[in-house]
């Protein structure tokens, strides 16, 4: 043995996560969310309003990206749990008496109990034939809610003013601003979209750190390998679905406290809350943190700029994503990743030199 391969022999080696660009990257992350809390008091209310889109559809992109890029879920019914957070929300607040802002966490909480069932059926199925059970599911919840008669039943129904003004803090907005009450909600509701978007995003980067992320990166990999390492896929993928659900009802409570009306065919809307998702999440790059990020951004711009030209619109989203699929299957993100090896979210395991003596693991 040479001494070239008798010191590599001698190194010591640690695990992480973190690089200098992951490092940079978590200061910019909080230095613009300092900004975003901050940006009401220059903002105008148009402005406002896009944002809170903005962070609605991305907190659903990371949800869907979790569940698909990750767990290998295909679903196309994720709009199940965005349409039971809203009709849940008003159900909390029109007939419990309940105040919106404590409705939302409740309708998550509803939400993730009724996916268990739902899970119960659906994980039966494999494939392209648990993409169409969910979807099945979608619709048989929209066909319950449609008989509901004391929500609106196929019609839908309002939030009352005496409700969408007794969120706590729209005085207090309306004194700070100096703004009426539609623009001191909308500020709350700006709120209340940032602090769930960051708590998505939260709860998808420490999940996908955990022991739990591990054995989903496992699965991802090679699921036969994945269980013959004593990796529970079942279970792992059961906890990310119910988990998803929770999440998802959360953000579909906090959409319908914002459009303060709901109907079935809205709330549970495959086009608005799963195909849309599914083009965020495609074209940014699916199994990143990344890619819904700038998937949601481009989503928004042409939605910004593009959305008066109608069937042409449609058009243009569907070619991008062609194109996208086929010169960049890894999506924008994936690309741009690839070339550079920028990571920004932080959250494979990495096997690099340690100094001597110094077995860590640092993350």
């Not at 640690?14 to 809390?37: E, K």
């Not at 994503?321 to 690309?335: D, E, I, K, N, Q």
Request: aromatic share 12%.
């Amino acid at each position: 043995m040479n001494d070239a391969a008798a010191a590599k022999s001698t190194q010591d080696f640690s695990v992480t996560m973190a690089s200098s660009a992951s490092r940079v990257s978590a200061g910019g992350v909080c230095a613009i969310l300092l900004s975003l809390v901050v940006l009401p008091a220059f903002a105008g209310r148009n402005l406002i309003q896009d944002l809170i889109f903005l962070f609605y559809m991305l907190a659903l992109a990371q949800c869907w990206n979790l569940l698909a890029g990750y767990a290998g879920l295909i679903s196309v019914g994720q709009q199940t749990f965005v349409g039971l957070g809203g009709y849940l929300l008003f159900a909390l607040t029109l007939l419990g008496g309940i105040n919106p802002l404590l409705a939302i966490p409740l309708a998550g909480i509803v939400s993730a109990l009724l996916a268990l069932p739902t899970a119960l059926i659906v994980f039966r199925l494999r494939g392209a034939y648990f993409a169409i059970g969910t979807w099945v599911v979608a619709e048989v919840y929209r066909l319950v809610f449609a008989q509901f008669k004391p929500l609106g039943g196929g019609t839908g129904t309002s939030l009352t003013p005496a409700i969408t003004s007794s969120v706590p803090g729209i005085e207090w907005a309306k004194t700070l601003f100096d703004v009426r009450t539609p623009a001191a909600r909308d500020i709350v509701s700006y709120w209340m979209a940032l602090a769930l978007m960051s708590g998505t995003l939260a709860f998808v980067y420490f999940t996908l750190r955990s022991r739990r992320g591990l054995a989903l990166g496992a699965i991802r990999d090679h699921e036969a390998a994945a269980s013959s390492l004593g990796v529970d896929i079942y279970r792992t993928k059961f906890a990310i679905y119910i988990g998803t659900a929770a999440v998802t009802g959360m953000i579909g409570a906090l959409i319908y406290l914002q459009k303060a009306r709901i109907s079935p065919d809205a709330a549970f809307s495959v086009l608005d809350w799963t195909a849309y998702v599914l083009f965020i999440v495609v074209i940014g790059g699916i199994g990143t943190m990344e890619g819904p990020v700038i998937g949601a951004i481009i989503f928004y711009l042409l939605q910004r700029y593009l959305a008066d030209f109608g069937a042409s619109y449609l058009i243009l989203l569907g070619a991008l994503g062609v194109l996208v699929m086929l010169f960049a299957p890894r999506g924008l993100w994936g690309l741009v990743s690839e070339r550079h090896g920028l990571i920004l979210f932080p959250t494979r395991r990495r096997l690099v030199v340690a100094p001597k003596g110094r077995i860590r693991a640092d993350t």
